[in-house]
């Protein structure tokens, strides 16, 4: 089968280098081999999350985490922040659940703001609040730190924060933001297939978990603490992703957080200026943008599906057209992973010829 290189907001390009380190051979997932490996990882891990606190793997989507902290951490009522598919999605997921939740609905390519927080908070109705940092439907970055700020006025509510598609991109560091659970999933900045989320979670998220009943077993939050002192999972874990994890880890703490940080962002300003010099505009404002992705208005009324043809068919590449309702009216190039000056700038030739063949 003929390669289709991938520039969609995830699952992103993986590289043979990591598809090889998957390739390490089985293990069993109770046996010291996997005990070692998970042992190896932990500190990388705790680098890249900015934290002291364990960080957790888990055989699943990063939904699996998402609706896992809702079961784990709700007992009065939350509050979901919504500003696109994926956070309206949770509000969802809450009621779902059986939650009291509300929504916090924000116009789509919008931001999230941290005084809208704190005025519903402020009513004491709600104990969590669930919050995307880097929207994938929509390119929308919200000031997380600003956001996070607020948990020092109410050190009562658990703050979850969804980083699946910032995560590595920007810094997103754990214990200096002082939130309660921050999760993310392989298939995006990592460059790994799907199938693996990663989450860190406070020591009060810890101490509000053990007083919730129903929170179930697959994503207990107490199982896999009490697994991750053995250096273990609560469950069967994806042992090939894993050993990729591994080799990324290598890769990303070899490169340097701040030179991978600043790379994306180099990137990204790549592919903005193509925006710009074709006359398009951005469908999340300055200063609220996507360093992993750009979310592009189709202001110029091009035909995105022939415009994503012409690439696969020309370029053996391929760009993701509008999510759900902005279907037709935005495109999304990524920019994430292991891209590099060279293959943004191929990228962007042929998005140029793709676009003079409308």
């Not at 985490?65 to 696109?84: A, D, F, Q, Y």
């Not at 509510?157 to 699946?164: A, G, Y």
């Not at 989320?197 to 919730?212: D, G, H, P, V, W």
Request: charged residues 25%; neutral net charge.
């Amino acid at each position: 089968m003929s390669h289709v290189k991938l520039y969609i907001p995830g699952p992103v390009e993986v590289s043979p280098a990591t598809y090889a380190a998957m390739s390490a051979p089985m293990m069993g997932h109770r046996g010291k081999g996997f005990v070692d490996l998970y042992a190896e990882i932990q500190p990388k891990l705790q680098a890249l999350f900015g934290t002291k606190q364990q960080v957790f793997l888990s055989t699943s989507s990063a939904w699996g985490v998402m609706e896992g902290s809702i079961r784990n951490l709700v007992k009065k009522k939350v509050l979901n922040c919504c500003n696109g598919a994926f956070s309206d999605k949770w509000f969802d997921v809450s009621k779902r659940c059986g939650k009291e939740a509300e929504a916090y609905q924000v116009e789509w390519g919008q931001p999230v703001m941290a005084d809208e927080i704190d005025k519903r908070l402020a009513t004491g109705e709600f104990d969590a609040l669930t919050f995307i940092h880097n929207e994938t439907s929509t390119g929308v970055l919200s000031p997380i730190a600003e956001i996070a700020a607020l948990k020092k006025k109410y050190p009562d509510v658990m703050f979850i924060t969804d980083s699946v598609s910032g995560f590595t991109t920007v810094p997103v560091n754990f214990d200096e933001l002082g939130i309660d659970v921050l999760l993310t999933g392989s298939q995006k900045a990592f460059a790994l297939p799907p199938g693996l989320a990663l989450f860190a979670a406070s020591a009060a998220a810890m101490k509000r978990a053990e007083t919730i009943d129903d929170r179930g077993y697959y994503f207990d939050f107490i199982e896999f603490r009490a697994n991750g002192e053995k250096s273990m999972t609560p469950s069967t874990p994806c042992i090939s992703l894993i050993y990729g994890l591994k080799h990324q880890l290598n890769q990303m703490l070899t490169e340097g957080l701040d030179n991978r940080y600043a790379r994306h962002a180099r990137l990204n300003g790549m592919v903005h200026e193509w925006v710009r010099r074709n006359g398009f505009e951005f469908f999340a404002p300055e200063g609220y943008r996507s360093k992993s992705l750009t979310c592009v208005a189709n202001n110029k009324g091009i035909d995105v599906a022939a415009f994503i043809a012409n690439l696969k068919r020309d370029h053996s590449l391929i760009i993701d057209g509008g999510y759900g309702k902005l279907k037709g009216k935005t495109f999304r190039i990524s920019n994430m992973g292991d891209e590099t000056d060279e293959s943004i700038t191929a990228l962007i030739g042929a998005l140029d010829d793709a676009l003079s063949k409308l």
